[in-house]
């Protein structure tokens, strides 16, 4: 079954550690992170963002998967199913299409139309018992042409969307999606801390997981944060472990151009990257 974010972020706020969402893109992806999951007994996210919708076929596509899997695998632990920087007309596509959390980027719009795109969606999840989470401050990466440092939020306006009623808000702290580059300037502690001092109780999020030395990934739990995003860890070890099998030729040895075969390398080093993050964010055994 697909829960909501809200109780296992709540839990995990109060007890110090995080929860991982591991955006996924294929079936393999979906097993690999259910599965480590099952074995850690830690909770976990799914995270789908509007691209990897679209190349699994549809939202629909995605809940009948998740749904499937979680049934045939004998997945008991706790897993959201959750959209990554939705638009307001994909968070209400995932929200018809049986997704049990939503995000809503509403960053790149002026603050006063992030907060009423964003206080429509509150109601709407509130009614249907779904985790919403909400950002503000765009947090930068190669995907939106930004090089060097992410945005740093404005504390104040993180209260603003906070008081709407949010589940989880994501803050730019000078974190960045993709490979963070060698000049980069680290995480701003002193706008986490302010933030948290008010917004409180909310769970906070930290996008682009992927290469934040692990002291930093630590004094952002101590400091708040709760829920952190993994993409492109796993693409890479997933893109490292059958590039390797290839070179190494194995792909022509007897029946090894199966896909089941081809695939599988990629696939554990998957469940090898969300088991090493899920131990540094503390959540194993959390469930
Ligand atoms: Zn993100």
Redesign the pocket.
């Known amino acids: 079954m697909l829960v909501s974010a809200k109780e296992m972020l709540t839990k995990a706020k109060k007890e110090k550690y995080a929860v991982g969402q591991f955006n996924i893109n294929n079936l393999e992806w979906t097993k690999a992170v259910l599965l480590t999951a099952q074995e850690l007994n830690s909770p976990v996210i799914l995270g789908v963002s509007e691209g990897a919708g679209k190349y699994m076929c549809g939202y629909t596509t995605v809940v009948g998967m998740v749904k499937g899997m979680i049934n045939e695998l004998g997945i008991t632990v706790p897993v959201a199913l959750h959209l ?2 939705g638009s307001y007309e994909g968070a209400k596509k995932c929200i018809e299409a049986g997704f049990s959390s939503v ?1 809503f ?1 509403g960053s790149h719009y002026p603050i006063e139309e992030n907060i009423a795109k964003t206080k429509e969606l509150v109601e709407t999840c509130n009614k249907l018992g779904l985790s919403l989470e909400a ?1 503000v401050g765009a ?1 930068g ?1 190669e995907e939106d042409g930004v090089i060097g440092g992410g945005e740093v939020a404005d504390p104040k306006e993180c209260k603003m969307i906070a008081d709407l009623g949010v589940t989880m808000l ?1 803050a730019g702290i000078g974190n960045i ?1 993709g490979k963070y580059p060698e000049n980069w300037a680290g995480l701003s502690f002193d706008t986490l801390d302010a933030i948290q001092q008010l917004t409180g109780e909310m769970p906070l999020v930290l ?2 997981g992927t290469g934040i030395p692990a002291d930093m990934i630590k004094k952002a739990i101590s400091l708040g944060v709760s829920k952190i ?1 993994v ?1 492109t860890e796993c693409q890479l070890s997933f893109a490292a472990a059958t590039r390797k099998y290839v070179e190494e030729g194995k792909d022509l040895q007897g029946k090894g151009f199966d896909p089941r075969k081809l695939l599988a390398p990629g696939f554990d080093a998957i469940k090898e990257t969300v088991k090493e993050k899920m131990e540094l964010f503390g959540s194993i055994g959390k469930a």
Do not use: K, Q, Y
């Open positions: 990554d920087h995000m980027d950002e947090i990466g994501a999606h996008h682009g995003n993409n």
